[in-house]
């Protein structure tokens, strides 16, 4: 990580974005932290550190951030949904499970089935993942087995 970055008042907005834009995830990380721990309820700061921890597949600390989101905006399913995705990749599969399982908005539902069936799959839970399998939209190439 870079050394400690100053950012001047009223430019947090343009510098976040900026280094988010030139891919400067660990510079984000070190400004969000910082601003987060000093607004912890700051959806913007932790949206925006979720997705720089996430870029850096620090999945784990991703998870963490849109749980906090998760539990202060639960009516926001992307939240949930990005919150299922981080705990999948962190390899906290029967997690993810729970959490894709409890999106609600229908626009996210084939998404949160194909990741509920590779969680099921990667627990090795086959009947599990053939049941959501069974669930999947018909002549949907990604769910078919072999």
């Not at 910082?34 to 925006?48: C, D, I, T, W």
């Not at 997705?51 to 202060?72: D, H, R, W």
Request: hydrophobic share 35%; charged share 20%; with cysteine.
């Amino acid at each position: 990580m870079s050394s400690v970055r100053t950012v001047a008042e009223g430019t947090y907005t343009t510098t976040v974005y900026g280094l988010i834009n030139e891919g400067k995830y660990e510079d984000v990380v070190q400004i969000l932290t910082q601003e987060v721990s000093n607004f912890p309820g700051s959806r913007a700061g932790l949206s925006l550190l979720g997705y720089s921890y996430y870029q850096m597949q620090n999945f784990t600390s991703a998870a963490q951030c849109y749980e906090q989101l998760v539990k202060a905006y639960p009516d926001i399913q992307e939240y949930r949904m990005y919150l299922a995705q981080s705990q999948y990749k962190a390899g906290l599969f029967p997690e993810s499970v729970r959490t894709a399982s409890a999106v609600t908005d229908e626009a996210f539902a084939e998404r949160t089935l194909k990741l509920q069936v590779l969680a099921k799959y990667d627990m090795d839970d086959l009947q599990g993942t053939r049941n959501l399998l069974d669930q999947a939209m018909p002549g949907d190439p990604d769910t078919s087995m072999v």
